[in-house]
């Protein structure tokens, strides 16, 4: 049995979903505070009985322990957090009780119930301003605002609990994450939504706020952000491929995940209105506070040690990303 926590939310429904198509057991631990019970319902209809749902909470030990208890647990991949930079300066109590104590209380679990694998969804965040591009995983990490924090709060914690108590753990850190299942079961759905992918998408729907473009004066080619799109499906490719690396006796390690190449923002604007075949109207602001320039990873140890492909291209995840939304806007619309 594998525990998925925040199996509800947009990356770890999408990592529940592989792990239920390649025949695990899975048991999603989520307490829906930004997940979709619509998005268990999904995963639930797609299994073959080997699926389960906790609707529980991270900071609750006795809801962990009877999960745990009755679980059979071989190995945990962890993605249940709270993960809008922005809101995590305004409120860091939220971020760092949620993310950092909720983690040691599964970690907690994990010890006495003799569970020794981790998967940890990790951020790029962590490494803060980039002094190098692109960014490998021994680029120092210095995070800017108190999300980054509390995932690398987490990622020494981790180190320290393999030391004294052999819980072994995989760190995967990533950039950009964007697109949709190819089959649109599943896709990114947040509220608000703050992505820039699913933000230019939904302005093309009736009765939608028009695209905010932040930022046209970076040193960049054409003056607006530079990042590394790593689409969905490649992205949980990853956390399948970090159990069995686990599963070998490997030890505990972390990895980028990203393409090693960049895209701007205007290139993925000009990318969306060719694959929605719309003009899209666009109103540029100031820079959004926090924003480096560039942000693009070198994907070169995941390749080697977990030897992971990535393979779809920006375009698959914006046309996956498209598919998608027209269902949720169908959803929501009727
Ligand atoms: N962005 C934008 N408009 C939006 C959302 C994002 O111009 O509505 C820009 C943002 O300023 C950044 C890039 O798109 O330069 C990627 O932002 P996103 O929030 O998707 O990811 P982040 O890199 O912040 O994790």
């Given at each position: 049995?594998?525990?998925?926590?925040?199996g509800a939310?947009?990356?770890?429904s999408h990592?529940a979903?592989a792990?239920?198509?390649?025949?695990?057991?899975v048991t999603?631990f989520?307490?829906?505070?930004?997940?979709h019970?619509?998005?268990?319902?999904?995963?639930?209809?797609?299994?073959?009985?080997?699926?389960?749902f906790?609707?529980?909470?991270?900071?609750?030990?006795?809801?962990?322990d009877k999960?745990?208890?009755?679980g059979?647990?071989?190995?945990v991949?962890?993605?249940?957090?709270?993960?809008?930079?922005?809101?995590?300066?305004k409120?860091?109590?939220?971020?760092?009780?949620n993310?950092?104590c909720?983690t040691?209380?599964?970690?907690?679990?994990m010890?006495?119930?003799?569970?020794?694998?981790?998967?940890?969804?990790?951020t790029?965040a962590t490494?803060?301003?980039?002094?190098r591009?692109?960014?490998?995983?021994t680029?120092?990490?210095?995070?800017i605002?108190p999300?980054?924090f509390?995932?690398?709060a987490?990622e020494?914690?981790?180190?320290?609990?393999d030391?004294a108590?052999?819980i072994?753990?995989?760190?995967?850190r990533?950039?950009n994450?964007?697109?949709?299942d190819a089959?649109s079961?599943?896709?990114?759905w947040?509220d608000p939504?703050?992505?820039?992918i699913p933000?230019?998408?939904?302005?093309?729907?009736?009765?939608s706020?028009?695209f905010?473009?932040?930022?046209?004066?970076?040193?960049?080619?054409?003056?607006?952000?530079?990042r590394?799109y790593?689409n969905?499906e490649?992205?949980v490719?990853?956390?399948?491929?970090?159990?069995e690396y686990?599963?070998?006796?490997?030890?505990?390690?972390?990895?980028n995940l990203g393409t090693?190449s960049?895209?701007?923002?205007r290139e993925?604007?000009?990318?969306c209105?060719?694959?929605?075949?719309k003009?899209?109207?666009?109103?540029?602001?100031?820079?959004r506070?926090?924003d480096p320039?560039?942000l693009?990873?070198?994907?070169?140890k995941?390749?080697?040690i977990?030897?992971?492909?990535?393979?779809?291209?920006?375009e698959?995840?914006?046309?996956?990303a498209?598919?998608?939304?027209?269902n949720?806007?169908e959803?929501?619309n009727?």
């Open positions: 049995m594998i525990l998925v926590t925040g939310g947009y990356i770890g990592c979903l792990l239920i198509e390649q025949g695990f057991d999603v989520d307490n829906l505070s930004t997940g019970l619509k998005t268990i319902e999904t995963l639930k209809n797609i299994s073959q009985n080997n699926f389960e906790v609707n529980g909470d991270l900071l609750n030990s006795e809801e962990l999960t745990f208890d009755s059979n647990i071989d190995a991949i962890h993605f249940a957090a709270f993960s809008q930079v922005g809101e995590s300066v409120d860091p109590a939220k971020y760092y009780r993310n950092i909720g040691l209380n599964l970690l907690d679990a010890r006495k119930y003799n569970v020794d694998k981790i998967v940890f969804s990790s790029a490494y803060g301003e980039p002094v591009i692109p960014i490998d995983e680029h120092p990490q210095n995070p605002n999300y980054g509390s995932k690398l987490i020494k914690i981790m180190d320290d609990y030391r108590y052999n072994k753990s995989v760190r995967l990533y950039f994450v964007a697109g949709a089959k079961r599943l896709g990114e947040h939504e703050t992505h820039l933000n230019i998408l939904k302005s093309t729907f009736a009765n706020k028009t905010r473009m932040f930022g046209t004066d970076y040193d960049t080619k054409d003056g607006t952000c530079v590394d790593i969905i490649d992205l490719q990853a956390h399948l491929l970090s159990l686990l599963n070998n006796g490997g030890k505990t390690d972390f990895f090693k960049g895209n701007t923002v993925v604007f000009a990318l209105e060719k694959v929605t075949g003009d899209i109207s666009v109103e540029t602001k100031p820079r506070e926090g320039a560039l693009v990873a070198d994907n070169t995941a390749k080697e977990l030897n992971w492909h990535p393979e779809k291209t920006l698959d995840s914006i046309k996956s498209y598919q998608w939304e027209k949720l806007q959803q929501i009727g």
